[in-house]
């Protein structure tokens, strides 16, 4: 492929026709309560792990509902599994529990 | 449904644009890219509609692409057009048709402008006069030229010897529309349909027997966006609009693409060659890519002209196969040959982009 000294900027809209759904499927089916999310954030605000280094819990939900999974596995990986989440969580959602399915999916769909 | 109220609306998206009498202003970018397109407006104006209009040679660019990239100051660029309407009021002329969309922002801009501080008319009038010893007229009647063969389309679909419908299957091509941002979205008023619903080519379409394609993305700027394009490394930017739309396109199977903006026509035309070249890609079925004309060589096509001296092979992506589905007549081995019949040599040829030999 030819070099002109530019590159092609790529698109940022979010296209939920292109998008896999794969893996949100797969944790909403394994892990309901995963519906009930409001994306308030009390558990990115309680994160041991995001305290420390750069992880988002809130933006982890945030890709997986766009489809926007490129990088997911590296990210959730940083997540230590204490739980603290899902004791400050506002709709009783099992977040250790995503997280789980979210690794499972990985490996399912990869 | 009402029709009555919504043909009073429709009225108010219209503009006056003037019969006859014009003082023709020609555009940088469409003379020497696609340099069949003004040629083909004049004979069309001329010959097949008798109108009398003055090419004049002593008008120069209006500087346009020098003030949206920040280094010809407002001052400046006012005194060039007011030159230019100078050169109109002392060839006796009231009626400016200009051939380039960024050329047509600039004049509406500069008018509204002398509309609302005529202060600033003033001034630009001082500076005219101590530069150059002219005065000038505002023009009566400000039209683009898409704006003029849009008034008389249905005089040339009279004269029609070729109409835009596939001859193999004798569906209406598909066509997408493409208006350049500074035709209407910045003063809408001095375009036909405004920003909403602008209707200049689609008109023309479907008075020659087109059917136009309403995709996602229609309304998107091409990128051309000056700053974007002039600086090497943010032409990223401007690929990516055309590619957007290209995407957005594709799945409609279009036949052509139609542009009133020199720059739209230029970009739409040459990032489908950069694209194909950086990523592999291209937007038809067969790997010609979709032919993108000006509304000039349109025209022209439907008018039987001869398409080398239109100059469609000027473009990049050739537009054989479109020729072939409408079934206009041409000589392939006279395509690259100059007026005089000498033979100019073939161009360089795209890696991926197919060109009909």
């Known amino acids: ?110 | 449904m009402k029709l009555e109220g919504k043909k009073r609306i429709w009225d108010d998206y219209q503009k006056e644009i003037a019969d006859n009498n014009y003082y023709f202003q020609r555009s940088c970018i469409r003379q020497n890219f696609f340099p069949g397109s003004e040629h083909a407006f004049l004979k069309i104006l001329k010959n097949e509609l008798g109108k009398d209009i003055c090419d004049d040679e002593h008008h120069t660019t209006c500087t346009g692409i020098g003030y949206h990239a920040d280094v010809v100051l407002f001052e400046t660029i006012m005194t060039v057009v007011a030159r230019h309407f100078a050169l109109m009021t002392e060839k006796g002329y009231e009626n400016m048709i200009i051939s380039c969309v960024t050329s047509f922002g600039i004049y509406t801009e500069i008018l509204e402008t002398w509309k609302h501080f005529p202060d600033v008319l003033k001034k630009v009038r001082q500076h005219l006069k101590k530069a150059t010893g002219r005065e000038f007229e505002i023009p009566k009647n400000i039209a683009h030229a898409s704006d003029i063969i849009f008034k008389f389309r249905e005089e040339i679909a009279a004269r029609a010897k070729y109409r835009l419908i596939n001859r193999n299957t004798g569906e209406p091509l598909k066509i997408v529309e493409h208006i350049g941002c500074h035709y209407s979205k910045m003063f809408p008023v001095h375009g036909v349909g405004g920003a909403e619903f602008p209707y200049v080519l689609q008109g023309m379409v479907e008075s020659w027997g087109g059917q136009i394609i309403d995709y996602p993305e229609r309304r998107h700027c091409c990128g051309f966006g000056f700053r974007q394009y002039l600086v090497k490394a943010n032409r990223g930017y401007s690929v990516a609009n055309s590619k957007k739309k290209f995407e957005s396109m594709k799945p409609y199977k279009p036949d052509m693409i139609v542009c009133n903006c020199p720059g739209c026509t230029m970009f739409m035309d040459k990032w489908q060659y950069t694209i194909s070249e950086m990523e592999g890609k291209t937007y038809d079925e067969n790997g010609f890519g979709i032919p993108v004309l000006t509304y000039e060589e349109m025209a022209g096509l439907v008018l039987g002209y001869n398409p080398w001296e239109l100059g469609l092979q000027m473009h990049e992506v050739q537009s054989e196969p479109l020729l072939d589905k409408m079934g206009v007549a041409y000589h392939p081995d006279e395509k690259y040959k100059d007026a005089a019949g000498n033979y100019l040599g073939e161009p360089a040829f795209p890696t991926n982009l197919k060109v009909c030999v």
Do not use: W
């Open chain 1, 1 to 110: 492929m030819k070099d002109f000294g530019f590159t092609i900027t790529k698109d940022r809209q979010i296209d939920y026709d292109q998008h896999d759904h794969r893996l949100l499927q797969f944790v909403l089916e394994n892990e309901p309560s995963f519906q009930a999310c409001i994306s308030c954030g009390g558990c990115t605000a309680t994160c041991s792990a995001g305290n420390l280094i750069d992880f988002n819990i809130r933006k982890l939900n945030m890709l997986l509902r766009r489809g926007e999974t490129e990088g997911l596995e590296k990210e959730i990986n940083k997540c230590m599994l204490c739980g603290k989440c899902m004791l400050v969580c506002p709709r009783g959602i099992n977040t250790r529990n995503v997280i789980l399915k979210i690794k499972e999916a990985i490996q399912k769909f990869r």
